[in-house]
């Protein structure tokens, strides 16, 4: 078994300050590669290999993987059996447009089936081009197409990715800075975020309010937003800094879009695929949303593919209205199907939950106390712990300090939000107890010496 070494002793070595050979190819990059580059700036890893929840680095080091490919790796690192079925597959086909085939008639047959049975009868499935972005371009091609109408109503603290229509409905406002003619007519209204409550309300009457405000303006004959073509919405709000949506306020914006016919879209990119512990995460808000985008978990693997599913009420569209030449991946099919066999034979569901209740458990006990950790929240195995600012250090600093103190101990852990200020975690659905505690240890060992170290600041 893998383990993690977060003694004292073991920090000397400093895992967040790259070996000699990893510091070769970091700095190849920084010359070479385009300055969009991200990941590496904050977690200088090099990569030599992986297996399940630990990768290790160029050097040698051993790290637990906490950000999983951006939450792809639904099974970790080069699960065998994946493995097997994609080396198979290579022998008979890997690339196939939207040709029918065996293997592509069986991963859309089981994707169908993960839907739950009050629509299943009622879904199309669409192939889009290999990325979560390019479904959510399809989805608002779809909806414009089949209402006629142009408008689409996003949310404050969204992101659909960074294409051009996708970052047009991303609500953080750096990414577009000089772009200009972006796609007109989004609208964002407030999302039920309710730790820094939209409407400065109390968090037990902020979610349903937000809804009622998107209600309210949708009514409104002087509201100012004419009726959309669609509604996105995100059920957890990865990259805004993990915050799974109130119940209510997800009630609410599916009511009112039914009510109005407004076709309600859920960007499942990032929580669909067993990732909040249903394959959808939907499923546990108990709404039928008319179409369903799904990119990052599908192959188990990280192999690209992404679909939408959607109400064959919508499908109005003609030959060639939206198509992509890598839109037939027939490796990622395969590993698909494989990932669902694994996925039910194991419970993974189960773990899922059961995995996310033991790190929620565990970072509430470790930041009891804390003057660092404002808040901890999460929704299976997407979790988020917002940073307070301390003595002369902001939310953003402190978030940084704590990713770097996770680092230097073994642990890759993501920062996103407002701010850059919640530290999120991206297990795969296969984490064992055993790792997750390691993880914990690691978090809390590092709390703490964030905030020894931030206080000894503020002594000075």
Known sequence: MTTIDVSESAVEQDLSVPGPLGRVLLESQAANESNARTYPRKLPVAIDRASGSYITDVDGRVY?????????LALGHNHPELIATVQ???TRLTHGLDFPTPVREEFKRRQLSMLPESIRDDMKIHFCGPTGGDGVEAAVKLCKKATGRGGVIAFQGSYHGSSHAAMSLTSETQPKEGLHNLLPGVHFAPFAYCHRCPLNLKPDSCGTRC???LTNTLRDTHGGVPKPAAIILELVQGEGGSIPAPVEFVRE???EAKAQDIPLIVDEVQTGCGRTGTWFAFEQYGIEPDVIIASK???GMGLPVSIILYNKRLDTWTPGSHIGTFRGNNLAFASGVTYLDVLEREHLLDNVRTRGEQLLDGLRAAALGSSIVDDVRGLGLMIGVEMRGFGGATSSEVALRLQRAALRRGLILEIGGREDCVVRL???LNITE???GEALAVITAALRSV???LTEVVAQ
Do not use: K
Not at 64 to 72: E, H, P
């Open 64 to 72: 637990i993987d906490f950000l999983s490919g951006a939450g792809v």
């Open 88 to 90: 198979e597959q290579l």
């Open 211 to 213: 809804g009622q405000l």
């Open 253 to 255: 914006i599916a009511r």
């Open 297 to 299: 978990g599908l192959s």
């Open 426 to 428: 991206l297990p795969p």
């Open 434 to 436: 055993h790792t997750a």
């Open 451 to 453: 905030e020894e170290d």
